[in-house]
């Protein structure tokens, strides 16, 4: 075929594509999808990001331990999740390079060679060879390959916030383990602290019921207290190991015990802001991931459309021989050959529509997830935002109650002492009210500091 005929079915294609072909071409954007959540998102995208906003701040300005700042170093080096997140990059930039090439021409060559004999007087005739390289180009009329190079960027963009939504998990759960086993070691050094005051304190009233100043029934109830807190120690010990190896897990080394001192779990990071706009929400990874999945889905769409259109491919054979023909000819000759083939799809027993339509409920379904994406990370985000606030309105509330008690434990053994006008059972119930306090103050310590993790996590945080 003349290159010229070859023009013009190319324009006409071109032609036909613009009038019926059109949302074979369409790039995705998240302003063409007709749903209002995600109208707001794409708003959202368009603000310039705020650096002082907590899910901008790089982790090594959040976590300003330096004890903490290294366990989080060592994680984001060794952790097994996040090494498998950036294989996948890999693998998705590989794909990619393979759907770009598309556009490039196959170029094959298969040489032969042969030599007949006529099975009777076994005469040879010469020998006969061809030495051919074959190029096909599928000419990219209607965005087939088109759609699978951006569908390909769209997973390879996926991929690699799946990497930072990873990344942000890791990061997280590091200072999460880290304040748990702080706050662990703090109530164990509490309540160890108590158990001993217990004890002394079991015996003083074993040596007054002799001496007939208290009845049976105090020596009991104190001793079943004593019993109770040493009970709560077993449990503090297995959920202290828990956390190590939480930890360890976390750093992929074998199970230890960290020494992590008791002290971290009253630092306390304070964040003033209560107002998270959408723009945060939309700099989450695993909000973007869902939105390049949806990505992924539209452009398998376009594909599932462009299957319905014809095929145009370009051929060209060229090489090296001495069989021209029916007749062998030697010396051998170049010899060259140009054509285009079109192939339309007339039947195909019902696939092309078939494909069609799962790529459609597939979209629907990628629409319905990134929808849910962008709701549940608004609602995580007000639930870490008002645990945060509430627990840091209660650490007030406790830090006096703690004061309360223990003047009170001050004063009660003060009139036992001097005037005798208190029985040592009060000492001790105020004593039990002050380990009660005091173990409050520490575990709403840590539900503030958990509450704020999670809220950095939310907004994408983890740089």
């Not at 032969?112 to 030495?131: C, F, K, P, V």
Request: hydrophobic fraction near 45%; aromatic fraction near 8%; charge should be neutral.
């Amino acid at each position: 075929m003349k290159l010229n005929k070859i023009s013009y079915i190319i324009a006409a294609m071109v032609g036909a594509s613009a009038l019926t072909g059109c949302g074979i071409y369409g790039k995705y954007s998240p302003e063409k999808v007709n749903d209002a959540t995600v109208s707001q998102y794409a708003e959202a995208v368009k603000q310039t990001p705020d650096s002082v906003n907590l899910g901008n701040l790089k982790w090594q300005d959040v976590f300003t331990d330096p004890l903490l700042a290294d366990l989080i170093n060592k994680a984001l080096l060794n952790n097994k999740d996040l090494a498998n997140a950036k294989l996948n990059i890999d693998i998705a930039h590989a794909q990619l390079l393979g759907a770009r090439l598309s556009y490039l021409p196959s170029v094959a060559f298969a040489p032969s060679a042969q030599r007949a004999s006529n099975g009777l007087t076994h005469t040879w005739s010469e020998w006969t060879y061809t030495l051919p390289l074959a190029v096909n180009w599928e000419v990219d009329v209607f965005g087939k390959i088109l759609n699978t190079k951006r569908g390909a960027q769209a997973s390879y963009e996926q991929a690699q916030a799946y990497e930072q939504a990873v990344r942000s998990q890791i990061i997280s759960g590091v200072a999460q383990a880290y304040y748990t086993i702080a706050a662990l070691r703090s109530q164990l050094q509490l309540s160890r602290e108590t158990a001993t005051l217990w004890e002394a304190s079991v015996k003083t009233m074993r040596d007054l019921k002799e001496a007939g100043r208290l009845r049976e029934n105090a020596v009991v109830q104190s001793e079943a207290q004593y019993y109770s807190i040493l009970s709560s120690i077993t449990d503090l010990e297995t959920s202290l190991h828990t956390a190590n190896n939480t930890l360890s897990l976390l750093l992929n080394t074998m199970p230890q015990e960290w020494a992590i001192p008791a002290s971290a779990a009253l630092e306390i990071p304070v964040f003033a802001n209560t107002d998270i706009p959408m723009s945060q929400l939309a700099a989450r990874p695993d909000v973007r991931a869902s939105e390049q999945a949806l990505a992924v889905a539209y452009y398998a769409t376009g594909s599932a459309r462009a299957a319905f259109y014809p095929t145009l491919a370009i051929t060209a054979n060229g090489g090296f021989t001495n069989q021209l023909g029916t007749f062998i000819k030697n010396p051998a000759e170049w010899f060259i050959n140009l054509g285009a083939s079109l192939t339309a799809p007339l039947f195909s027993r019902g696939a092309n529509i078939a494909r069609l339509q799962a790529a459609k409920a597939q979209q629907q379904q990628a629409l319905n997830n990134f929808r849910y994406t962008l709701l549940s990370a608004s609602a995580d985000v007000t639930e870490a935002l008002v645990t945060y606030q509430n627990a840091f309105e209660k650490m007030k509330w406790l830090a006096l109650q703690v004061d309360d008690m223990s003047k009170a434990l001050d004063i009660t053994n003060e009139l036992l002492l001097f005037d005798g006008s208190t029985t040592y059972l009060e000492v001790l119930t105020a004593q039990q009210s002050l380990l009660s306090a005091q173990t409050a103050q520490i575990s709403t310590n840590l539900a503030a500091t958990r509450a704020l993790i999670n809220l950095y996590q939310n907004l994408g945080g983890g740089r």
